[in-house]
């Protein structure tokens, strides 16, 4: 994977993105605060960040799960519960998320390029109309450790 050709440049300020990821949130009581921060922070490291997404399976009663999206512009995220039917609608079926739901490690999209070559979704459609050229969606695992028994 190659990294953004400015990021070596701002090394210092994506360890600052780090320490504050791993220190400066223990107060913050909501999710969808800190992936705006987060996100918010990256593109001050350098990271040309326009669109986020935090997608988490919660398997509630209820619902299956959460998404939280992020905006550039925008000082909060947007957070939304996702019901279990997600898995028909159109929404979801063939969208990088179902991709890594199928076991992708990784999913990349070039949306500068013809769009008649690449992956059919609408989500790469309303991106390329933003003026998206390049999409990128991994998978990430969190493991919490606890001190408490």
């Known amino acids: 994977m190659n990294a953004p050709p400015n990021i070596g440049s701002a090394g210092t300020l994506t360890d600052d993105v780090v320490h504050w990821l791993a220190n400066g949130t223990r107060d913050e009581r909501f999710i969808d605060n800190i992936f705006a921060e987060l996100c918010i922070r990256l593109q001050q490291a350098g990271i040309p960040v326009k669109r986020a997404t935090l997608n988490l399976l919660i398997y509630h009663p209820q619902w299956l799960g959460a998404r939280i999206v992020w905006?550039?512009?925008?000082?909060?995220?947007?957070?939304?519960?996702?019901?279990?039917?997600?898995?028909?609608?159109?929404e979801y079926i063939g969208s990088p998320v179902h991709e890594i739901h199928e076991g992708a490690t990784e999913v990349r999209e070039k949306l500068d390029g013809d769009p008649s070559r690449g992956r059919k979704h609408a989500l790469y459609d309303e991106m390329r109309a933003q003026g998206l050229t390049t999409m990128w969606r991994g998978r990430c695992t969190i493991r919490w450790a606890s001190g408490m028994s």
């Open 71 to 90: 905006v550039d512009g925008k000082r909060e995220a947007e957070i939304g519960r996702v019901d279990y039917d997600v898995r028909q609608r159109s």
